[in-house]
């Protein structure tokens, strides 16, 4: 079955700066790679996703690369600001969805 | 516009007790419904999905039970409630084999 791994476990940084995290996926056939946002004490929010016919999405500061050779797929989010900070999964799917293990983002103002 | 509401948002119960722990979405007919656990600082673990009233599948075996009694209520159950069941439970839906749409979810604790 697929397994996704997910990087770094926690990130720190600047408010204004960037922020990236990574996912490796191992099933190939996994074709629909959804981000989700996850605010303190909430659900999961889906804030982006990414289909294996695209190479990047992007939508206002959050983008999404996919590269289907190597298997991964990163989230990129410009100019941080203190309201970005929540943990962040990756998933891939394709008939079942597998979830990263999270990545806990604090922006610093 | 649809939504999914997720009840109780907490919930303390003593170990050998039962569970009962509802979602209903609304806006939307025939959703795909999921139960997801999640472990502190872990990922999201499927427990249960359904395609259809009455129509329950299992990912993993556990002390836990599922129910769709209606096209739009999902209830996660268990007759008697161990250390290992307390987390964070998430219900979610989507109008195809992908969960898409995650409520508030419930922290069980289990004392």
């Known amino acids: 079955g697929e397994n996704v791994e997910q990087h770094p476990s926690t990130l720190s940084v600047q408010e204004g700066d960037s922020a990236v995290i990574k996912c490796t996926y191992s099933?190939?056939?996994?074709?629909?790679f959804p981000w989700y946002k996850q605010e303190l004490g909430k659900g999961p929010q889906l804030i982006i996703d990414?289909?294996?016919?695209?190479g990047e999405k992007k939508d206002q500061r959050i983008a999404v690369t996919l590269n289907k050779t190597a298997k991964h797929f990163s989230l990129h989010i410009t100019e941080t600001q203190p309201e970005d900070s929540a943990v962040y999964f990756c998933?891939?799917?394709?008939?079942?969805?597998?979830f990263g293990a999270g990545t806990r983002l604090t922006v610093k103002p | 516009s649809q939504t999914i509401h997720q009840w109780p948002a907490t919930l303390v119960q003593p170990v050998g007790s039962p569970l009962s722990l509802e979602c209903t979405v609304e806006?939307?007919?025939?959703?795909?419904l999921y139960w997801y656990r999640q472990a502190a600082g872990r990922g999201l673990q499927l427990l249960f999905y359904?395609?259809?009233?009455?129509?329950i599948s299992s990912e993993v075996p556990q002390n836990l039970s599922a129910s769709r009694p209606q096209d739009r209520q999902f209830i996660l159950s268990s007759k008697k409630l161990l250390l290992s069941d307390s987390g964070f439970y998430l219900c979610?839906?989507?109008?195809?084999?992908?969960?898409?749409?995650f409520g508030d979810g419930t922290r069980l604790s289990i004392l």
């Open positions: 979610a839906w989507s109008g195809q084999r992908i969960p898409q749409h």
């Open positions: 099933d190939s056939a996994s074709n629909y």
């Open positions: 990414i289909r294996s016919n695209v």
């Open positions: 998933a891939a799917s394709m008939n079942d969805m597998r």
């Open positions: 806006g939307t007919s025939n959703p795909n």
């Open positions: 359904s395609v259809g009233i009455g129509q």
